[in-house]
């Protein structure tokens, strides 16, 4: 994601992520969560921190995002 139009804003355990997906579905702001324990647990693999999730928002929307991030947390 690195040459995207995305950026992270947020990374959390799936548990206090999910609520904040429904803020930002409520507030109509497209986002991206890549699970990369889930990821490697699919594909066969193991991995150390399991659980964690990142949130990526388009770069035009972050300000937002990161206004109801800011009242979320």
Do not use: C, H, W
């Given at each position: 994601?690195?040459?995207?139009?995305?950026?992270?804003?947020?990374t959390?355990?799936?548990?206090?992520?999910?609520p904040?997906?429904?803020?930002l579905k409520?507030?109509?702001?497209?986002?991206?969560?890549?699970?990369?324990?889930?990821?490697?647990?699919?594909?066969?693999?193991?991995?150390?921190?399991?659980?964690?999730?990142?949130?990526?928002?388009?770069?035009?929307?972050?300000?937002?995002?990161?206004?109801?991030?800011?009242?979320?947390?």
């Amino acid at each position: 994601m690195d040459n995207s139009d995305y950026i992270k804003i947020f990374t959390d355990n799936f548990i206090v992520v999910q609520p904040f997906l429904e803020s930002l579905k409520e507030n109509n702001i497209p986002f991206i969560v890549k699970d990369e324990s889930e990821s490697s647990r699919l594909a066969g693999f193991g991995t150390s921190i399991k659980g964690l999730q990142d949130v990526f928002v388009p770069k035009n929307n972050s300000a937002q995002a990161l206004e109801l991030l800011k009242d979320f947390l």
